[in-house]
Protein backbone atom coordinates (compact mmCIF):
# COMPACT_ATOMS: atom_id res chain seq x y z
CA UNK A 1 0.00 0.00 0.00
CA UNK A 2 2.91 2.11 0.81
CA UNK A 3 4.72 1.43 -2.30
CA UNK A 4 1.78 2.20 -4.10
CA UNK A 5 1.25 5.80 -2.22
CA UNK A 6 4.78 6.83 -3.12
CA UNK A 7 4.24 6.00 -6.88
CA UNK A 8 0.96 8.00 -7.02
CA UNK A 9 2.75 11.19 -4.94
CA UNK A 10 5.95 10.89 -7.48
CA UNK A 11 3.40 10.38 -10.58
CA UNK A 12 1.06 13.56 -9.53
CA UNK A 13 4.80 15.27 -8.45
CA UNK A 14 6.05 14.81 -12.18
CA UNK A 15 2.96 16.37 -14.06
CA UNK A 16 3.16 19.49 -11.63
CA UNK A 17 6.69 20.05 -12.73
CA UNK A 18 6.03 19.38 -16.15
CA UNK A 19 3.07 21.68 -15.52
CA UNK A 20 5.05 24.50 -14.22
CA UNK A 21 7.80 24.62 -16.50
CA UNK A 22 5.74 24.60 -19.58
CA UNK A 23 4.08 27.88 -17.89
CA UNK A 24 7.41 29.46 -17.58
CA UNK A 25 8.78 28.60 -21.04
CA UNK A 26 5.67 29.88 -22.19
CA UNK A 27 5.73 33.29 -20.27
CA UNK A 28 9.12 33.86 -21.35
CA UNK A 29 7.89 34.39 -24.71
CA UNK A 30 7.84 37.80 -24.98
CA UNK A 31 3.81 37.65 -27.36
CA UNK A 32 2.69 35.57 -24.30
CA UNK A 33 -0.58 37.02 -23.32
CA UNK A 34 -1.84 37.48 -19.80
CA UNK A 35 -5.34 35.40 -19.26
CA UNK A 36 -7.85 37.18 -17.08
CA UNK A 37 -10.95 35.84 -17.57
CA UNK A 38 -10.12 32.29 -14.97
CA UNK A 39 -8.82 34.56 -12.50
CA UNK A 40 -8.95 33.31 -8.69
CA UNK A 41 -7.04 35.59 -6.22
CA UNK A 42 -6.35 32.71 -3.79
CA UNK A 43 -5.62 30.44 -6.22
CA UNK A 44 -3.31 32.96 -8.29
CA UNK A 45 -1.44 33.94 -5.74
CA UNK A 46 -0.23 30.81 -4.53
CA UNK A 47 0.52 29.65 -7.91
CA UNK A 48 2.47 33.40 -8.27
CA UNK A 49 4.06 32.46 -5.04
CA UNK A 50 5.62 29.08 -6.66
CA UNK A 51 6.55 30.71 -9.77
CA UNK A 52 7.74 34.53 -9.17
CA UNK A 53 11.38 34.19 -7.63
CA UNK A 54 13.98 36.25 -7.75
CA UNK A 55 14.88 35.09 -11.16
CA UNK A 56 11.56 35.13 -12.68
CA UNK A 57 10.73 38.32 -11.49
CA UNK A 58 13.75 39.83 -12.93
CA UNK A 59 13.08 38.45 -16.44
CA UNK A 60 9.43 39.62 -16.14
CA UNK A 61 10.95 43.21 -15.33
CA UNK A 62 13.10 43.37 -17.71
CA UNK A 63 11.00 41.93 -20.44
CA UNK A 64 10.02 44.76 -23.60
CA UNK A 65 6.23 43.57 -23.43
CA UNK A 66 3.38 41.89 -22.89
CA UNK A 67 -0.44 41.87 -23.02
CA UNK A 68 -3.51 41.67 -21.76
CA UNK A 69 -6.75 40.71 -22.39
CA UNK A 70 -10.70 41.06 -20.90
CA UNK A 71 -12.87 38.71 -22.62
CA UNK A 72 -15.62 39.65 -21.28
CA UNK A 73 -15.79 43.22 -22.39
CA UNK A 74 -13.33 43.12 -25.23
CA UNK A 75 -10.94 45.67 -23.75
CA UNK A 76 -7.39 44.99 -24.55
CA UNK A 77 -4.18 46.24 -23.35
CA UNK A 78 -0.59 46.20 -24.68
CA UNK A 79 2.23 47.21 -22.84
CA UNK A 80 5.61 47.98 -23.72
CA UNK A 81 8.47 49.37 -21.81
CA UNK A 82 9.68 52.74 -22.01
CA UNK A 83 12.96 54.58 -21.25
CA UNK A 84 13.99 53.84 -17.37
CA UNK A 85 13.56 56.70 -15.01
CA UNK A 86 16.94 57.93 -14.10
CA UNK A 87 16.41 56.72 -10.33
CA UNK A 88 14.57 53.63 -8.56
CA UNK A 89 10.86 55.52 -7.03
CA UNK A 90 8.25 54.52 -5.17
CA UNK A 91 5.71 56.90 -3.16
CA UNK A 92 5.72 59.35 -5.38
CA UNK A 93 3.45 60.70 -8.58
CA UNK A 94 3.70 61.64 -11.96
CA UNK A 95 1.63 64.28 -14.46
CA UNK A 96 1.92 65.44 -17.66
CA UNK A 97 2.75 68.72 -19.33
CA UNK A 98 2.77 69.45 -23.40
CA UNK A 99 3.81 65.79 -24.21
CA UNK A 100 6.30 65.75 -21.19
CA UNK A 101 6.35 63.34 -18.14
CA UNK A 102 7.73 64.44 -14.65
CA UNK A 103 8.51 62.22 -11.81
CA UNK A 104 7.75 63.83 -8.29
CA UNK A 105 9.40 63.48 -5.23
CA UNK A 106 9.10 59.74 -3.70
CA UNK A 107 11.40 57.61 -2.26
CA UNK A 108 14.44 55.83 -4.11
CA UNK A 109 16.95 53.54 -3.01
CA UNK A 110 18.47 55.29 -0.54
CA UNK A 111 16.82 55.95 2.77
CA UNK A 112 14.40 58.86 4.12
CA UNK A 113 11.88 60.78 1.47
CA UNK A 114 13.60 62.83 -1.60
CA UNK A 115 13.71 65.89 -3.81
CA UNK A 116 13.86 64.03 -6.62
CA UNK A 117 12.09 65.33 -10.08
CA UNK A 118 12.92 64.25 -13.56
CA UNK A 119 10.96 65.22 -16.42
CA UNK A 120 10.74 62.62 -19.65
CA UNK A 121 10.19 63.75 -23.23
CA UNK A 122 7.76 61.55 -25.29
CA UNK A 123 8.72 62.40 -28.80
CA UNK A 124 12.56 62.79 -27.96
CA UNK A 125 12.57 59.51 -25.57
CA UNK A 126 14.88 60.92 -23.93
CA UNK A 127 14.73 61.69 -19.53
CA UNK A 128 16.22 64.84 -18.05
CA UNK A 129 16.86 65.35 -14.00
CA UNK A 130 15.41 68.75 -13.47
CA UNK A 131 16.01 71.27 -10.17
CA UNK A 132 15.38 69.54 -7.29
CA UNK A 133 12.05 70.14 -5.46
CA UNK A 134 11.87 72.62 -2.28
CA UNK A 135 11.11 70.41 0.13
CA UNK A 136 11.34 66.03 0.85
CA UNK A 137 8.14 64.66 -0.35
CA UNK A 138 7.03 61.22 0.03
CA UNK A 139 3.05 59.54 -0.28
CA UNK A 140 2.18 63.58 -1.27
CA UNK A 141 -0.38 64.71 -3.62
CA UNK A 142 0.51 66.25 -7.33
CA UNK A 143 -1.84 67.76 -9.58
CA UNK A 144 -0.78 69.69 -13.56
CA UNK A 145 -2.63 72.73 -14.06
CA UNK A 146 -1.68 75.71 -16.18
CA UNK A 147 0.94 74.53 -17.31
CA UNK A 148 2.81 74.07 -13.77
CA UNK A 149 2.92 71.61 -11.72
CA UNK A 150 1.53 71.98 -7.74
CA UNK A 151 2.91 69.75 -4.94
CA UNK A 152 1.05 69.35 -1.57
CA UNK A 153 1.85 67.65 1.81
CA UNK A 154 2.82 63.93 2.05
CA UNK A 155 5.15 62.83 4.70
CA UNK A 156 8.06 64.75 6.12
CA UNK A 157 6.26 68.20 5.24
CA UNK A 158 2.45 67.78 5.47
CA UNK A 159 1.46 70.82 5.48
CA UNK A 160 3.70 72.62 2.44
CA UNK A 161 3.10 73.69 -0.76
CA UNK A 162 5.34 74.56 -3.82
CA UNK A 163 4.60 74.75 -7.75
CA UNK A 164 6.99 74.59 -10.47
CA UNK A 165 7.08 76.95 -13.18
CA UNK A 166 7.81 74.60 -16.32
CA UNK A 167 8.50 77.94 -18.86
CA UNK A 168 11.12 79.16 -16.46
CA UNK A 169 12.55 75.52 -14.82
CA UNK A 170 11.86 77.08 -11.40
CA UNK A 171 10.41 75.84 -8.04
CA UNK A 172 8.49 78.37 -5.37
CA UNK A 173 6.73 78.02 -2.25
CA UNK A 174 3.44 78.59 -1.76
CA UNK A 175 0.69 79.34 1.42
CA UNK A 176 1.00 75.98 3.66
CA UNK A 177 -2.07 73.47 3.36
CA UNK A 178 -4.89 74.52 6.32
CA UNK A 179 -4.76 70.99 7.61
CA UNK A 180 -1.52 69.04 7.31
CA UNK A 181 -1.51 65.68 5.80
CA UNK A 182 -0.08 62.34 5.14
CA UNK A 183 -0.65 59.77 2.79
CA UNK A 184 -2.48 62.03 0.41
CA UNK A 185 -1.14 59.62 -2.69
CA UNK A 186 -2.84 60.46 -5.92
CA UNK A 187 -5.78 62.56 -3.77
CA UNK A 188 -5.60 65.82 -5.49
CA UNK A 189 -7.19 66.78 -8.67
CA UNK A 190 -8.04 70.00 -10.41
CA UNK A 191 -11.69 71.63 -11.79
CA UNK A 192 -12.57 74.85 -12.94
CA UNK A 193 -9.04 76.63 -12.43
CA UNK A 194 -9.23 74.97 -8.72
CA UNK A 195 -7.45 72.44 -7.03
CA UNK A 196 -8.60 70.02 -4.37
CA UNK A 197 -6.44 67.88 -1.50
CA UNK A 198 -8.95 65.33 -0.48
CA UNK A 199 -8.85 62.99 2.59
CA UNK A 200 -5.70 61.44 3.95
CA UNK A 201 -3.98 61.48 7.39
CA UNK A 202 -3.82 64.11 9.83
CA UNK A 203 -1.14 63.70 12.37
CA UNK A 204 -3.07 64.93 15.97
CA UNK A 205 0.03 64.39 18.15
CA UNK A 206 3.03 62.23 18.50
CA UNK A 207 0.81 58.81 19.13
CA UNK A 208 -2.44 59.92 17.50
CA UNK A 209 -2.98 60.07 13.78
CA UNK A 210 -6.69 59.81 12.21
CA UNK A 211 -7.90 59.18 8.63
CA UNK A 212 -9.83 62.45 7.72
CA UNK A 213 -12.47 63.46 5.45
CA UNK A 214 -11.13 67.01 4.76
CA UNK A 215 -11.60 68.51 1.12
CA UNK A 216 -9.76 71.42 1.07
CA UNK A 217 -9.70 74.05 -2.03
CA UNK A 218 -6.84 75.80 -3.63
CA UNK A 219 -7.21 78.99 -5.92
CA UNK A 220 -3.96 79.40 -7.63
CA UNK A 221 -5.30 82.63 -8.97
CA UNK A 222 -4.90 84.22 -5.23
CA UNK A 223 -2.70 81.65 -3.16
CA UNK A 224 -5.57 80.96 -1.22
CA UNK A 225 -7.22 77.96 0.68
CA UNK A 226 -10.79 77.19 1.27
CA UNK A 227 -12.24 74.26 3.35
CA UNK A 228 -15.29 72.63 1.19
CA UNK A 229 -17.83 70.01 1.76
CA UNK A 230 -16.00 67.15 3.57
CA UNK A 231 -16.02 63.30 2.19
CA UNK A 232 -19.03 61.49 2.91
CA UNK A 233 -16.51 59.35 4.69
CA UNK A 234 -12.45 59.24 5.91
CA UNK A 235 -9.98 57.89 3.17
CA UNK A 236 -6.77 57.48 3.08
CA UNK A 237 -5.22 57.08 -0.29
CA UNK A 238 -7.80 57.45 -2.25
CA UNK A 239 -8.15 57.64 -6.12
CA UNK A 240 -9.26 61.30 -7.03
CA UNK A 241 -9.18 62.46 -10.31
CA UNK A 242 -10.99 65.10 -12.42
CA UNK A 243 -13.01 64.05 -15.30
CA UNK A 244 -15.53 67.26 -17.20
CA UNK A 245 -14.76 68.94 -14.09
CA UNK A 246 -16.00 67.02 -11.91
CA UNK A 247 -13.75 65.16 -9.33
CA UNK A 248 -14.26 61.29 -8.44
CA UNK A 249 -13.00 59.80 -5.32
CA UNK A 250 -12.11 56.13 -5.34
CA UNK A 251 -11.90 53.32 -2.68
CA UNK A 252 -9.19 54.55 -0.18
CA UNK A 253 -8.49 52.94 3.63
CA UNK A 254 -11.45 53.93 5.77
CA UNK A 255 -10.57 54.94 9.41
CA UNK A 256 -10.35 51.38 10.62
CA UNK A 257 -8.08 51.16 7.76
CA UNK A 258 -10.01 48.80 5.71
CA UNK A 259 -9.72 48.86 2.17
CA UNK A 260 -13.20 49.98 0.46
CA UNK A 261 -14.71 49.95 -2.85
CA UNK A 262 -17.21 52.91 -2.52
CA UNK A 263 -17.04 55.98 -5.56
CA UNK A 264 -17.93 59.45 -4.27
CA UNK A 265 -18.55 62.06 -7.06
CA UNK A 266 -17.83 65.74 -6.06
CA UNK A 267 -19.60 68.44 -7.98
CA UNK A 268 -17.44 71.62 -7.08
CA UNK A 269 -19.61 73.90 -8.58
CA UNK A 270 -22.59 72.95 -6.35
CA UNK A 271 -20.16 72.17 -3.49
CA UNK A 272 -21.98 68.61 -3.35
CA UNK A 273 -21.60 64.84 -2.79
CA UNK A 274 -23.08 61.71 -4.43
CA UNK A 275 -22.10 58.03 -4.58
CA UNK A 276 -21.98 56.58 -7.67
CA UNK A 277 -21.33 52.71 -8.82
CA UNK A 278 -18.61 50.74 -6.71
CA UNK A 279 -15.32 49.51 -7.65
CA UNK A 280 -15.89 45.47 -8.42
CA UNK A 281 -13.21 44.74 -5.69
CA UNK A 282 -11.94 46.66 -2.46
CA UNK A 283 -8.27 46.60 -3.04
CA UNK A 284 -5.55 49.59 -2.33
CA UNK A 285 -5.09 52.06 -4.62
CA UNK A 286 -1.85 52.72 -6.71
CA UNK A 287 -2.45 54.72 -9.22
CA UNK A 288 -4.80 56.49 -11.72
CA UNK A 289 -5.36 58.45 -14.56
CA UNK A 290 -8.07 59.47 -17.54
CA UNK A 291 -7.30 58.01 -21.10
CA UNK A 292 -9.93 57.97 -23.86
CA UNK A 293 -12.98 59.35 -21.75
CA UNK A 294 -12.35 56.10 -18.99
CA UNK A 295 -11.55 56.00 -15.32
CA UNK A 296 -8.06 53.88 -15.19
CA UNK A 297 -7.44 52.41 -11.59
CA UNK A 298 -4.53 50.74 -10.97
CA UNK A 299 -4.97 48.64 -7.13
CA UNK A 300 -2.68 46.55 -5.12
CA UNK A 301 -1.96 44.80 -2.14
CA UNK A 302 -4.64 43.03 0.28
CA UNK A 303 -4.06 41.03 3.21
CA UNK A 304 -3.84 37.74 1.70
CA UNK A 305 -2.35 38.44 -1.57
CA UNK A 306 -0.62 40.84 -3.32
CA UNK A 307 -1.52 41.24 -7.44
CA UNK A 308 -1.64 44.80 -9.28
CA UNK A 309 -5.13 44.73 -10.48
CA UNK A 310 -6.41 47.20 -13.25
CA UNK A 311 -10.02 48.35 -13.00
CA UNK A 312 -11.85 50.73 -15.92
CA UNK A 313 -14.59 52.99 -15.44
CA UNK A 314 -16.82 54.81 -17.88
CA UNK A 315 -18.28 57.55 -16.27
CA UNK A 316 -21.21 57.97 -18.71
CA UNK A 317 -22.83 54.73 -17.92
CA UNK A 318 -21.46 54.51 -14.28
CA UNK A 319 -20.10 51.15 -15.49
CA UNK A 320 -16.86 49.07 -14.05
CA UNK A 321 -14.76 46.48 -15.90
CA UNK A 322 -11.82 44.65 -14.89
CA UNK A 323 -9.38 44.81 -17.20
CA UNK A 324 -6.90 42.57 -16.00
CA UNK A 325 -4.10 41.75 -13.79
CA UNK A 326 -0.25 42.71 -13.78
CA UNK A 327 2.29 39.96 -13.88
CA UNK A 328 3.82 42.06 -10.46
CA UNK A 329 2.36 44.45 -7.65
CA UNK A 330 3.58 48.18 -8.50
CA UNK A 331 2.73 49.44 -5.49
CA UNK A 332 2.99 53.64 -4.99
CA UNK A 333 3.82 53.41 -8.52
CA UNK A 334 3.82 57.19 -10.86
CA UNK A 335 0.71 56.94 -12.66
CA UNK A 336 -0.27 59.49 -15.61
CA UNK A 337 -1.40 59.64 -19.07
CA UNK A 338 -0.39 61.27 -22.15
CA UNK A 339 -1.93 60.77 -26.26
CA UNK A 340 -4.28 58.88 -25.46
CA UNK A 341 -2.07 56.08 -23.39
CA UNK A 342 -1.48 54.82 -19.78
CA UNK A 343 2.11 55.63 -18.31
CA UNK A 344 3.16 53.67 -14.91
CA UNK A 345 6.87 54.45 -13.83
CA UNK A 346 8.45 52.90 -11.20
CA UNK A 347 6.83 51.53 -7.46
CA UNK A 348 8.25 48.87 -5.72
CA UNK A 349 7.28 45.42 -5.53
CA UNK A 350 8.24 44.70 -1.96
CA UNK A 351 11.04 43.23 -2.47
CA UNK A 352 12.70 45.71 -5.38
CA UNK A 353 12.31 49.50 -6.12
CA UNK A 354 11.66 50.13 -10.01
CA UNK A 355 13.02 52.53 -12.28
CA UNK A 356 11.04 50.78 -15.09
CA UNK A 357 8.77 53.01 -17.61
CA UNK A 358 5.73 50.95 -18.91
CA UNK A 359 3.51 52.61 -21.75
CA UNK A 360 -0.14 50.91 -22.05
CA UNK A 361 -1.89 50.96 -25.18
CA UNK A 362 -5.87 50.66 -24.42
CA UNK A 363 -8.26 49.43 -27.47
CA UNK A 364 -11.32 50.05 -26.56
CA UNK A 365 -14.30 48.23 -28.46
CA UNK A 366 -16.46 50.05 -30.87
CA UNK A 367 -19.39 50.29 -29.37
CA UNK A 368 -20.33 50.88 -25.78
CA UNK A 369 -20.28 47.95 -23.65
CA UNK A 370 -23.05 45.87 -22.70
CA UNK A 371 -23.98 43.66 -19.80
Avoid at 115 to 130: A, T
Wanted: contains cysteine.
Amino acid sequence: MKVKTIKHRAIYAGILLFIIFVFISLAQQDDFPILISSYHPRKSSQLMAHILTPEKLSSIVNKASFSLQSRDSGIKVKWEKRLPMPGHLYAFDAVTIDNKIYAVGGRGSKEGYHRNFYQYDLEKDQWEIKKELIFNRANHAVVALGGKIYVFGGNDNPKKTEVYDTQNDSWKELTDMPTPRQHINYSAAAANGKIYVIGGIEKRSEREYIITDKNEEYDPATNTWKEKAPLPAPRQVPAVVSFQNEIYVISGTDNKWKDQSTVFLYHPEKDLWESRAQVPEARYINGVAVVKDRIIVLSGKRSDYKISKIFIYDPELDRWHYLGELPLNFMLAGVTSAKDKLYVLGGSTHDHILSTCWEADITLPPIKLKE
